[in-house]
């Protein structure tokens, strides 16, 4: 039998034989209330204010429930890896 060969089937074997801790896995669903008042104030050339509401500008909602998910795996005491996503977009 080939040396190589032969180590890779042992390597695959230690990694299945020896005890690993196991970890926890979360997931977590839900939503969350956004409200949402955007604004900027400005000088233009002419040393006037101007104010910019985007909410009114755009004609973007300023109250919306976004939804979000979130997946996590908790292994050892420390060591905690977890991926989310959150709809934060809005459209006009």
Do not use: C
Not at 81 to 89: L, M, P, S, T
């Amino acid at each position: 039998m080939n040396i190589a060969r032969w180590l890779s089937k042992l390597w695959l074997v230690s990694l299945v034989s020896f005890p690993l801790s196991a970890g926890e896995w979360t997931f977590k669903t839900g939503a969350f209330w956004s409200q949402t008042d955007s604004s900027v104030t400005t000088k233009s050339f002419d040393n006037q204010d101007i104010t910019l509401d985007f909410e009114d500008s755009l004609q973007l909602e300023k109250h919306l429930l976004l939804p979000f998910f979130e997946l996590g795996y908790k292994f050892n005491q420390r060591h905690h890896v977890y991926a989310d996503w959150r709809r934060i977009h809005r459209s006009a």
